[in-house]
């Protein structure tokens, strides 16, 4: 037992309660600005009570988390853009009344200042009640002789031989309050996360949200990519053979020779739009990928790498097209990385199925250092499996090996 | 010499067959889909087939399917593959029972009547007919590894296998290279033993030239 350790857990107990102290009155504001809310000025009290109730009880979040594994993360909906008028403030009232995170902050502001209150608090009173016992062979003549209160316990402290027997239950109850320090506190800890964290349905909402926001950003980039693409390759060849043939067809009679020239020149760049073309539909539905399906698409990558790259698939089926698309483009693109930065001899590509995940794991012995939070492309790479409720699972010391684990929820057909 | 030709796409179909037809094809069957392409191989055995990699009904590698099964009941069956895009997964399993008459080539190539012609020609013979492209990627991975056959050849020398494992004929390779035919069978030969290829007949230690690579 680490007392020192423990009296710094109860006395942790002090802002808390105090907090709670304060919550008290967020509440009896917060409530008072809804019950207004039917004579019109609530419309105004609401947002300003409910976000000053909010950091307080944040406060609460910060410092009852810390002793929790993970904390205790905010559950808020994201603020509705500004936009000035009546009607913004209704939008914000709209915003704060429609968050169950709200009414979960008045339940906790209610619970807390009861049940909290007693947690927080009941480790430093039996430690203080302990030390007290200790003290009273030394204070129990002033005491009595005050006509203060000499109970201690279910002993009365009358004379030196009371006294002791208040010493002796003082060292059992400071023992308790100190041991008691950590569990009634995490107990605190426990019922601030079971209000206070956003519920699943929250979190999941807060997940759609996000991953449908960066989903649609994205696929809107990928569409102007591929207009500008066609616009300045394949049209633009196409004008440019419309035109020649043109002049062509003028010269016909005049100048067969020249005519011939021109006609080798147009073959030449119909030729180059049908690369551009083949590039691009590369880049939006690899073939093989259309024809095979995953495994092969992989296989045929890594056909394609400058790198020695071994591909072992087991997958007993199809998953669906999009889910196919996202998990090739991670693998290319991490294939693609590994090739530009960690300069590998050799790749290993495993495709599997399990506990209704297909997982792709790329393996490379190359220096490794690949930190997601440093790169853009394992980021997007993440944004991107997001979407699909995928997982990208990074192991990359510097000095190497890398393994990448991709994952993604689906079944197979 | 008689030729099965599939492709789904009426335009491009009505090309290849008038264009055949002017270098003295004679086109036994013109069809649009996997399953005719099968019956149409197997019944009427053609001198070789132009065949779309992707076919109805599925618009997968139908076509390409349909080659590979047709040539496990034929062996030796001469086709031609054609295809919007090269893979060279595609071009390894075309190549994998190593006993040639296979060509694998992008459909810009028909822009090239006579190149193209004499590709099919190519093939009816048992050689092999390679796309640039596909042989392009070959030599890109393989010059990045030490340890990769490529390595104990010489530039000039790898120069003349690429163009052999385009299919060109020696003739070709050294007008390509402006170099004289018989610096070319010079050429192929050291390959043939660089590579450790069995004696056999030219065109067939070509095929397997090209297969060295692949594996």
Known sequence: MNIAKDARTAVAGLPL???????????????????????????????????????????????????????????????????????????????????????????????????????????????????????????????????????????KVTDSQSALYALGLGIPTLLIGLVSAPALMRAHAQLARTLLAPTETARKVLHLTRTRSEVVSSSAAELRRIERDLHDGAQARLVALGMNLGVAEQLLA?????VRAILADT????????????????????????????????????????????????????????????????????LTNAAKHASPTHVDVDLWYADGRIRAQVSDDGHGGADPSR???????????????????????????????LEIPCALS | MRVVLAEDLFLLRDGLVRLLEAYDFEIVAAVDNGPSLLRALVDERPDVAVVDVRLP??????????????????????????????????????????????????????????????????????????????????????????????????????????????GRSNASIAQALVITERSVIKHTSNIFAKLDLPVSDDANRRVLAVLAFLR
């Open chain 1, 17 to 155: 309660a105090g907090l709670a102290v304060v919550e008290v009155f967020f509440f009896s504001l917060l409530v008072t600005a809804i019950s207004l809310l039917g004579a019109g000025i609530g419309l105004f009290l609401i947002p300003a009570a409910a976000i000053a109730a909010r950091s307080t009880v944040n406060i609460t979040r910060r410092l009852a988390g810390a002793r929790l594994e993970g904390g205790i993360p905010e559950p808020y909906l994201p603020e509705p853009p500004r936009e000035g008028g009546l009607k913004s403030w209704w939008a914000r009232t709209q915003w704060i009344l429609t968050d169950p995170a709200t009414w979960r902050d008045l339940a906790w502001m209610l619970v807390n200042p009861v049940v909290g209150l007693v947690l927080v608090l009941l480790p430093l009173t039996l430690i203080a009640f302990g030390v007290f016992g200790l003290l009273m062979p030394l204070l129990w003549e002033d005491i009595s002789g005050s006509g203060g209160n000499n109970w201690y316990w279910f002993v």
């Open chain 1, 254 to 258: 005049k100048d067969p020779e020249a």
């Open chain 1, 267 to 334: 073959r030449k760049a119909s030729a180059s739009a049908l690369t551009e073309l083949r590039d691009l539909i590369r880049g939006i539905h690899p073939p093989v990928l259309a024809d095979r399906g995953l495994a092969d698409a992989v296989r045929a990558l890594a056909l394609d790498s400058p790198l020695d790259v071994s591909v072992t698939a087991e997958l007993p089926g199809r998953a669906d097209a999009p889910v196919e698309s996202a998990l090739y483009f991670a693998v290319s693109e991490i």
């Open chain 1, 375 to 405: 790169g853009t492309g394992l980021r997007g790479i993440e944004r991107r499996l997001a979407a699909f409720d995928g997982v990208l699972a990074v192991h990359s010391p510097v000095g190497g090996p890398t393994t990448l684990t």
């Open chain 2, 57 to 166: 009904p599925t618009f997968t590698d139908e076509g390409l399917q349909a080659a590979l099964t047709a040539r496990k009941q034929v062996p030796g069956l001469p086709v031609l593959v054609l295809s919007q895009y090269v893979e060279q997964l595609y071009a390894r399993e075309l190549l994998a029972d190593g006993s040639g008459g296979i060509g694998y080539l992008l459909k810009d190539r028909v822009f090239d009547p006579d190149q193209f012609v004499e590709s099919v020609r190519r093939v009816a013979a048992g050689g092999t007919a390679m796309d640039p492209d596909v042989v392009a990627k070959l030599f890109a991975k393989d010059s990045n590894g030490p340890k990769g056959s490529l390595a104990r050849l010489t530039p000039r020398e790898r120069e003349v296998l690429a163009l052999m494992a385009e």
